[in-house]
């Protein structure tokens, strides 16, 4: 529900932020980042979860 997701992302949010930061080196590159998550995980929230995908694989996907 959106609920749960809303909480999620309250939880985790504090960290994925500094990740993504650190990830890039590059603060408007970090925030596009934690967007794009963000935007892929509440697109996907009901599908069942085959694989989990990494912060890390979406950035090199957007470099690409």
Known sequence: SNAEFSLLLTENAEFLRPFAINLTKDHE?????????LFRAFTNKDKPATEPVKLTQIYIEDIE
């Open 29 to 37: 590159t970090a925030k596009d980042l934690f967007q794009e998550t």
